[in-house]
């Protein structure tokens, strides 16, 4: 009689995954390159803001008083459970919308995906993004799919917003503070889950964190309440890089405090061991030239301020004076923020103290 035919083992969404960490993004350098050669927001007149300034979203003017927000993001599996690594691709995306001032309505899905998983896999990633546009409010009218031996997932996203109003990452002023809703780390802490190194409560955690959504925090920034001169959100090149790009755009130099930074729990451990994603290095090795940290300063803490994010906090510049109202509002919105910093006038770039 002959034995039953093995099965094989059944494989995790993050096996499928090429990507270390969050590395399958371009690196800075090598998109800047890319870019150059280029034409910009400049070449059109209702183009009010482009890929010049590293922003998170295009936004083009269509009437006196409204302009389009559209974004677009995906990425391979940072987590093994289908619905919520639908829930974090699509969270990730919307982000990118509140970070311009703008309010989200609508989106659509992108699809890559492997023969050799079931469908029923896909159902349930389309169905965790569905989740966030329903919180987000919003519905989701189509998309596009191909076949792809690495499964990705993401989405295109429209907002709105008025011309006046939208808030970019290049008005930062000196006297300004920097505020984060979020605390960073969720790179090294997806790499440790891959690797099969992350405690159950990190990875309920950082898993938790990454598909919150940032509406609650965006709305309070562009409610008007208080002034904002800058706005973006700390992902893929982390919150060195992400702060330098708003740096540059505003020609100012940031000071941040090395103890005031809001740090996932363990990820400081994991970092101290090497896991580190690729990523992160790479961003690391990216922003040295601009920012000065103190001497001695351990190199794993460095890769931690360079972490690369998904879904990671808003970082606003605001004036110092509109601080604590800033802090209050985003309070009773339930969002828990942290005053990182200040911007400086001088050479453009950023001072780590502590």
Not at 61 to 66: E, H, T, Y
Request: with cysteine; aromatic share 4%.
């Amino acid at each position: 009689m002959a034995g039953k035919k093995p099965v094989a083992p059944k494989k995790r969404l993050t096996e499928m995954s090429h990507c270390a960490g969050c590395a399958a993004k371009l690196k800075a350098g090598d998109l800047a390159t890319v870019l150059g050669g280029l034409k910009g927001a400049a070449s059109h007149p209702r183009a009010l803001v482009g890929f010049n300034t590293n922003d998170d979203a295009a936004v083009y003017q269509v009437a006196p008083g409204m302009a389009v927000v559209e974004t677009v993001d995906f990425f391979p599996p940072l987590v093994d459970d289908p619905f919520q690594f639908g829930a974090i691709a699509a969270a990730n995306a919307l982000s990118d919308i509140w970070a311009m001032g703008a309010k989200p309505l609508f989106a659509l899905n992108l699809v890559c995906f492997p023969d050799e998983l079931p469908l029923k896999t896909l159902q349930k990633i389309l169905a965790g993004g569905q989740s966030k546009a329903d919180e987000a409010g919003i519905p989701i009218l189509g998309g596009h799919s191909i076949r792809d031996p690495e499964p990705k997932f993401g989405m295109a996203v429209t907002g709105v917003v008025h011309p006046k109003k939208v808030l970019t990452n290049a008005g930062a002023k000196p006297g300004d503070v920097l505020l984060l809703t979020k605390p960073v780390g969720t790179g090294i802490a997806t790499t440790a889950i891959k690797r099969g190194l992350a405690s159950k409560q990190l990875t309920k955690r950082v898993t938790a964190q990454m598909a919150t959504l940032n509406k609650a925090a965006g709305e309070v920034f562009a409610s008007g309440a208080f002034k904002v001169n800058a706005l973006t959100d700390v992902t893929g090149f982390g919150l060195l890089g992400h702060l330098l790009e708003m740096m540059n755009g505003a020609k100012t130099r940031a000071a941040v405090d090395l103890e005031r930074i809001p740090l996932i729990a363990e990820v400081p451990a994991l970092a101290e061991a090497g896991v580190i994603p690729g990523g992160t290095k790479t961003n690391l090795a990216h922003v040295k030239k601009q920012v000065t940290f103190p001497e001695g300063l351990p190199e794993h803490i460095q890769w931690l301020l360079a972490d690369a994010q998904t879904n990671g906090g808003l970082l606003a510049s605001v004036p110092a004076r509109h601080a604590l109202k800033a802090l209050q509002a985003l309070e009773k919105a339930g969002v828990d923020a942290a005053l990182i910093g200040e911007v400086q006038a001088g050479r453009p770039g950023i001072d780590v103290i502590g």
